[in-house]
């Protein structure tokens, strides 16, 4: 089958399953106890973390979480919850564009008396500095904004957005989920406290991810328990997931970023093709992207049954988050661009990575104008 959902999840690498194998074969312990078994899960731990920090250019900081959904709502929850009780006014600052993780974490501040606030978005998608500005009168407790959106593939000037965070006394938390080794990342240049990363979008493991938090900045967790992750993720880490997150961060680092470059060919070559299709159109920037994804948009052909008609012709493709399946209303994501409700249920992701090549490109350009057509003879006639 032809995987051009990459966003939804990674092929696990072979090198990241014989990591997580190899530490499985011999007998380890709890990372938490002091004799010889529990001092090699711990060593084992401390090594992964160190990779996972090499990634995003960090020598400390990372928590290890079940995966980016945790991580989100432990930074979001955490850090907002944190600057409160410190005296910062109870307002967090964010977008409509946002993934559902963060989208819950802000409706569980929003039911603790917080006030959310939703940036506006051009029909780009793009967030101005100007009305983060307006919106930090008075000051916040946190600002969270994605560093590359889930179903658009934008990239937000983090830095810029981020300074101006920090100049109106919010802390900044980043969803880099998408972003981790599909682009570089330093987490100092971009001047974030908080950002959350998930094994599985990057050809690791699912079930495990990591936050970084920022050397000073205060969290509250998420529940009490144990001491394990500085007391701010209680309970005995998932050490065998935690090897394949650091395996994978190693190679997201040496050879990851190095494959943006013909990712982004990829996707180019199949963005052109597709605009060729009479009504097709490009939702989101395509200016400021990361590689590999592109959100299309096929006028009255709606994207469930694009998806489904390119599923049955061996192609996987999405019309939003993996999170959001099931659902038969249009992405809010795609609202939030100011289209209506008809258009934005016509919205198709695709999503490439390393493993796909110019004939899977080639065939799906020459597969998907037969598929709308059909698809529309089917509506009108």
């Known amino acids: 089958m032809i995987d051009f959902d990459h966003n939804a999840t990674t092929r696990l690498d072979q090198r990241v399953k014989e990591a997580m194998l190899a530490f499985l074969s011999s007998p380890r312990g709890n990372p938490s106890s002091i004799h010889a078994l529990g001092r090699a899960a711990r060593d084992a731990l401390e090594r992964a973390r ?5 990634l995003i250019g960090a020598s400390s900081g990372v928590v290890f979480t079940s995966g980016g959904t945790e991580a989100d709502f432990l930074g979001v929850l955490g850090a907002a919850r944190a600057a409160r009780a410190a005296g910062r006014p109870p307002r967090v600052v964010s977008s409509p564009l946002e993934h559902p993780a963060v989208r819950g974490a802000l409706e569980t501040l929003s039911d603790e008396g917080f006030e959310v606030m939703l940036l506006p978005v051009d029909e780009k998608g793009r967030v101005e500095q100007g009305d983060l500005a307006e ?9 969270t904004l994605a560093l590359s959106n889930h179903e658009l593939g934008n ?12 100049a109106h006394g919010a802390l900044f938390h980043s ?5 981790a080794g599909r682009m570089s990342i330093d987490v100092h240049a971009l001047g974030v406290d908080l950002l959350s ?19 000073g900045v205060e969290i509250f967790p998420l529940w009490k328990g144990g001491h394990q ?10 050490v065998v997931g935690i090897v394949g997150l650091g395996e994978a961060c190693r190679l997201a680092r040496t050879e990851g970023i190095s494959c943006a470059e013909s990712v982004s060919a990829l996707r180019d070559r199949l963005e052109q093709g597709l605009l060729a299709i009479p009504g097709a159109r490009v939702n989101g920037d395509r200016e400021r992207r990361v590689p590999g994804t592109t959100n299309m948009a096929l006028a009255s052909a709606p994207g469930e049954l694009v998806v489904i008609a390119l599923d049955l012709a061996g192609v996987a493709a999405s019309t939003g988050a993996a999170c959001a399946s099931g659902s038969m209303e249009p992405s809010p994501v795609i609202l939030a661009l100011g289209q209506p409700p008809d258009r934005a249920a016509e919205a198709v992701r695709f999503s490439l990575g390393r493993d796909n090549t110019q004939d899977e490109v080639d065939e799906v350009i020459s597969l998907l104008p037969v598929i709308v057509e059909r698809i529309r003879a089917a509506s009108f006639g």
């Open 50 to 54: 160190e990779e996972v920090g090499a």
């Open 197 to 215: 990363l998930s094994g599985h979008k990057m050809h690791g493991p699912k079930g495990i991810g990591a936050l970084w938090v920022k050397p």
């Open 175 to 179: 969803d880099g989920v998408q972003a």
């Open 155 to 166: 990239v937000y000037d983090i830095a810029a957005l981020a300074e101006l965070a920090h």
């Open 135 to 143: 919106a930090l009168r008075g000051g916040a407790a946190l600002v």
């Open 229 to 238: 992750e500085k007391g701010l993720r209680p309970g005995t880490e998932n």
